[in-house]
């Protein structure tokens, strides 16, 4: 059996709070090989990690992430919504998958600036839908991309050229060797979200995908270990 990226989505969300230091750190002491975080951008420009548009959720604070600066999410946070910056300082040389709902042109080119002024390019990969995509492609040339895709329907040829993805990125439960064969005969690797049950993850693996991002990432490192000893 090949080797299988585990991926800590938003971290280890089961440990601590998700698109957190704390939970990015619990992730890779769990064995992950890269993590998942959701980057958006504050007022004032900042990316910073947060999947939903506002604070409400994990912080309490029904307040819109893009009409906040930084040092007012830091303020009614208490300091618990990392930067960009921060995260890719404190995962060290891991990978980092970033995930970017809500992109626009102007913040992934801000996101994408960001990566490359803290030295991180060579190990972040973007995923996303296909806009996002695009934007990112058109922001870096050279960016490893994962299209996310939420149909069993074939990408069509002229947007995977646009994008040039290495990677496409499935909703789990769409997931089969079939489909795996498929897109690796297509010269593509196939990267997969979010199983949180042993029975999931085992079926993936077995499957043959190559990435699986997941809440419980402990779990699929122990099963990875357990598959590879067969």
């Known amino acids: ?53 506002t604070l409400e959720r994990l912080w309490g604070h029904d307040r819109q992430l893009a009409r906040l600066t930084a040092d007012e999410v830091r303020d009614l946070t208490g300091g618990g919504v990392p930067t960009l910056a921060e995260s890719l300082a404190t995962t060290g040389t891991a990978r980092m998958m970033i995930d970017l709902p809500g992109a626009t042109e102007r913040t992934v080119r801000t996101i994408v600036g960001t990566v490359s002024d803290c030295g991180a390019t060579d190990r972040v990969y973007y995923c996303g839908a296909a806009t996002a995509m695009l934007a990112v492609r058109a922001a870096d040339p050279d960016a490893e991309i994962a299209l996310t895709r939420t149909t069993l329907a074939p990408a069509r040829p002229v947007l995977l050229e646009a994008v040039r993805p290495r990677w496409l990125n499935y909703r789990f439960g769409l997931v089969d060797k079939d489909l795996a064969d498929r897109v690796h005969r297509d010269g593509l690797l196939v990267s997969c979200w979010t199983p949180d049950t042993g029975r999931s993850m085992r079926r993936l693996l077995r499957a043959g995908v190559d990435s699986i991002t997941t809440n419980r990432v402990g779990l699929l490192h122990h099963l990875r270990i357990r598959a590879a000893g067969r």
Do not use: F
């Open 1 to 53: 059996m090949h080797a299988v990226t585990a991926v800590g989505h938003r971290g280890d969300p089961y440990q601590a709070r998700e698109n957190t230091l704390a939970s990015l750190r619990s992730a890779l002491a769990a064995g992950a090989d890269a993590v998942e975080t959701d980057v958006r951008a504050t007022r004032d420009g900042v990316p910073v990690l947060l999947h939903d548009a």
